[in-house]
């Protein structure tokens, strides 16, 4: 059975993990040289944990520790008990869910792995907003895009917020990270792929007319919010694909254009 400890000192370093969660440029260094990530909330700890991640500590509040008792005596880790007050003074914000756990990651799988049994695959330049790595995330997940690939300069999936927004879907999809950019992108069209970088300019082809659901293989290209992909990204591109607009509205936020274009990725395929 896990360690049940009950915390009162906020400077105890058994809760280094837990340190400064808000501080965003801190946590972006800390967590992968560390080899950890964190999770939050009942739902996306249990995910981590069936995914296969190992658990390195858990924080609760102590109304919590029945609800994750079966996680808690599976993961044999320390659970350390504190009250919400103490656990905001760690982390540096309110906890609302009141359960935090930390994971061990696991290494990156090789993009040539990732992409032997692929054929729908989302690729990322440069998004660095956590939120939208979450919410693509979560899309591809539930729209059954089978890989992620990130371009050097993406945010960490693994990120808390990343992690939270996706509900653990970042834990479902494989993905691995692209080196040289944007020359890697030919190891992605090497393998089969047919690369639609996903752009408003009016040049695109309408995603209905591209009907990119009857290619055999397809890697859809998404640039970060506001700047879109860069001008190398869309000229190692094989086509450029668009999502048409009404009512004069220019673009979708990123994460929700990924979501449109991976439906029409994906419709008709026979697992859906």
């Known amino acids: 059975m896990a360690e049940?400890?009950?915390?009162?000192d906020p400077d105890d370093p058994r809760l280094?993990?837990?340190t400064g969660l808000t501080d965003v440029e801190l946590r972006r260094r800390r967590e992968p040289a560390e080899g950890l990530f964190i999770a939050e909330g009942e739902k996306?700890?249990?995910?981590?944990?069936?995914?296969?991640?190992?658990?390195?500590?858990?924080?609760?509040?102590?109304k919590w520790v029945d609800a994750m008792r079966d996680v808690i005596d599976a993961a044999r880790a320390p659970v350390y008990v504190v009250s919400p007050e103490l656990a905001e003074r760690v982390t540096g914000y309110h906890v609302h869910r009141g359960a935090l756990a930390s994971l061990a990651r696991k290494p990156l799988p090789a993009v040539d792995d990732v992409l032997r049994t692929a054929r729908r695959?989302?690729?990322?330049?440069?998004?660095?907003?956590?939120?939208?790595?979450?919410?693509?995330f979560r899309s591809a997940a539930a729209l059954g895009m089978d890989a992620v690939l990130l371009s050097p300069d993406c945010a960490d999936p693994l990120y808390r917020r990343s992690v939270k927004v996706s509900?653990?879907?970042?834990?479902?999809?494989?993905?691995?990270?692209?080196?040289g950019w944007p020359r890697a992108l030919d190891t992605v069209r090497d393998a089969g792929f047919r690369l639609l970088a996903l752009t408003p300019d009016e040049r695109a082809v309408p995603?209905?007319?591209?009907?990119?659901?009857?290619?055999?293989?397809?890697?859809?290209?998404?640039?970060?919010?506001?700047?879109?992909l860069s001008r190398r990204a869309l000229d190692s591109a094989d086509a450029?694909?668009?999502?048409p607009m009404a009512h004069g509205v220019?673009?979708?936020?990123?994460?929700?254009?990924?979501?449109?274009?991976f439906y029409a990725v994906t419709a008709g395929r026979p697992e859906h």
């Open 207 to 228: 995603m209905d007319a591209a009907a990119p659901h009857r290619m055999e293989r397809v890697a859809l290209m998404l640039g970060a919010e506001g700047d879109g």
């Open 44 to 62: 996306v700890i249990r995910r981590a944990g069936q995914a296969g991640y190992a658990m390195r500590s858990m924080l609760l509040s102590a």
């Open 167 to 179: 509900m653990g879907a970042v834990f479902s999809v494989p993905y691995a990270r692209l080196e």
């Open 121 to 136: 695959v989302a690729v990322m330049e440069a998004v660095n907003d956590h939120t939208n790595i979450g919410a693509i």
């Open 4 to 8: 049940l400890i009950t915390v009162e």
């Open 240 to 243: 450029w694909v668009r999502i």
């Open 16 to 18: 280094s993990d837990y």
């Open 250 to 261: 220019d673009s979708l936020n990123v994460g929700a254009a990924a979501a449109v274009a």
